[in-house]
């Protein structure tokens, strides 16, 4: 079955270091990637998405690139911030599933000033 | 647009008893998930209804049931709550591929 497997957590890094969040996945098909963030408190919003392989996402700073051959979808920042600091989920949706998706378990990001 | 909407935010019940709690989805939005979090075993879906029918289903127990009326506002119930059921569940919308979530009710068993 489908599943996506995140790096394990927790993760601190200092202001304006680079941040790599691991995430590879199993599908069948040829599914849909997201990164989504959760601040304390708060549910989870859409950070960025890409739909086909070689598809790059981006928002805030943070990119991730689908790579189909390694069935990889790691997120990256050039420089972190304080306010970034939240838990980051890698998700994935095939087409044809109706709208389930699956859900890495999370990494903990800290970024200390 | 208004975003996805979940009341109550916090609930505290005792064992034994049951909940219901709501979901309203962004306007137009006609598919409804829910997922169950909790710090060990992370985010695990229940359940998804699209057009009033439930399309899709976690590994849940039947304690756990949902509905979705003709508006795609959705209800999930917990019946028999156990001390395990305390968890933060989360509601999700969707058009198209992309999912967006509510801020969540905290539910408490005590």
């Known amino acids: 079955g489908d599943s996506v497997t995140q790096m394990e957590g927790p993760v601190t890094l200092s202001e304006e270091a680079f941040l790599t969040i691991n995430c590879t996945y199993t599908?069948?098909?040829?599914?849909?990637l997201f990164w989504y963030v959760q601040y304390p408190g708060e549910g989870l919003q859409l950070l960025l998405k890409a739909t086909k392989a070689d598809d790059k996402g981006s928002n805030k700073g943070f990119e991730a690139t689908y790579r189909k051959e390694t069935t990889s979808f790691h997120l990256e920042k050039g420089s972190v911030q304080v306010s970034d600091s939240a838990v980051y989920f890698c998700?994935?949706?095939?087409?044809?599933?109706?709208?389930?998706?699956?859900f890495g378990t999370g990494t903990s990001l800290t970024v200390i000033p | 647009k208004a975003g996805v909407t979940q009341t109550p935010r916090y609930l505290i019940k005792t064992r034994g008893q049951q909940v219901t709690l709501s979901c309203s989805p962004i306007?137009?939005?006609?598919?409804v998930s829910w997922y169950q979090q909790t710090p060990g075993q992370g985010l695990q879906f229940l359940f998804e209804?699209?057009?009033?029918?439930?399309?899709n289903k976690g590994n849940f127990p039947g304690r756990f049931s949902g509905r979705q009326f003709s508006n795609s506002r959705s209800e999930m119930n917990v019946s028999t709550l156990e001390l395990g059921d305390s968890a933060l569940y989360l509601c999700?919308?969707?058009?198209?591929?992309?999912?967006?979530f509510g801020p969540g009710t905290r539910l408490t068993v005590t």
């Open positions: 306007s137009g939005h006609r598919s």
């Open positions: 998700a994935l949706s095939e087409t044809g599933t109706g709208n389930q998706f699956y």
């Open positions: 209804y699209f057009s009033e029918t439930q399309r």
């Open positions: 599908a069948t098909g040829y599914p849909s």
């Open positions: 999700a919308s969707s058009a198209a591929y992309e999912q967006y």
